[in-house]
T-cell receptor, first 113, second 116 residues
Framework: DAKTTQPNSMESNEEEPVHLPCNHSTISGTDYIHWYRQLPSQGPEYVIHGLTSNVNNRMASLAIAEDRKSSTLILHRATLRDAAVYYCILRDGDTGTASKLTFGTGTRLQVTL | GAGVSQSPSNKVTEKGKDVELRCDPISGHTALYWYRQSLGQGLEFLIYFQGNSAPDKSGLPSDRFSAERTGGSVSTLTIQRTQQEDSAVYLC??????????????FGAGTRLSVL
């Protein structure tokens, strides 16, 4: 599986935007970029995904580099409830192997008042 | 609607005993996954079901671990002769279809297993 690299931790002030980076230099053309987050004592929660174009949803935005070797998850206004571990995951578009999510160590986001 | 439900939420057992963990996926989801998260470790994939069959069991750590799914719905993960290293949070997820890379997986809250 193609590997992702994320910073171990980041801090943000409440109400400010947060940019969470992810490097995936060995991404293949069929890999989708997924982001999940895990709040304390909960199961992971889907945030957003994309293939080539930037994506927006109610939770966040995903900015994908033109060469697709990196991406950035953008939380437009961080709240205390956004404190979680954020995982950047590549999913192979080949239907034979697309099943499982391979989680790395993620980025632990701390949000302070 | 109802999300993925797992039971029990907590299970304490003695070393050597067998345990069964249950997962009720979202209604209509054909794909079901088991993962586990050990203390201080990341999430690791265990097994994937599409309907009642398991095309990918590659993550099961030993033959003490088995899982089944019946009626394309409920799944049970069984750990025989539990060991202390089996202590972890076991997470279940479901998805409308498993082999589509853009499909979302919806996770339950997990079962925290403690082996004494």
């Amino acid at each position: 599986d193609a590997k992702t690299t994320q910073p171990n931790s980041m801090e943000s002030n409440e109400e400010e935007p947060v940019h969470l980076p992810c490097n995936h230099s060995t991404i293949s053309g069929t890999d989708y970029i997924h982001w999940y987050r895990q709040l304390p004592s909960q199961g992971p929660e889907y945030v957003i995904h994309g293939l080539t174009s930037n994506v927006n949803n109610r939770m966040a935005s995903l900015a994908i580099a033109e060469d697709r070797k990196s991406s950035t998850l953008i939380l437009h206004r961080a709240t205390l409830r956004d404190a979680a571990v954020y995982y950047c995951i590549l999913r192979d578009g080949d239907t034979g192997t697309a099943s499982k999510l391979t989680f790395g160590t993620g980025t632990r986001l701390q949000v302070t008042l | 609607g109802a999300g993925v439900s797992q039971s029990p939420s907590n299970k304490v057992t003695e070393k050597g005993k067998d345990v069964e963990l249950r997962c009720d996926p979202i209604s209509g989801h054909t794909a079901l996954y088991w993962y586990r998260q050990s203390l201080g470790q990341g999430l690791e994939f265990l097994i994937y079901f599409q309907g009642n069959s398991a095309p990918d069991k590659s993550g099961l750590p030993s033959d003490r671990f088995s899982a089944e799914r019946t009626g394309g719905s409920v799944s049970t993960l069984t750990i025989q002769r539990t060991q202390q290293e089996d202590s972890a949070v076991y997470l279940c997820a479901s998805s409308p279809q498993g082999n589509i890379a853009k499909n979302i997986q919806y996770f339950g809250a997990g079962t925290r297993l403690s082996v004494l």
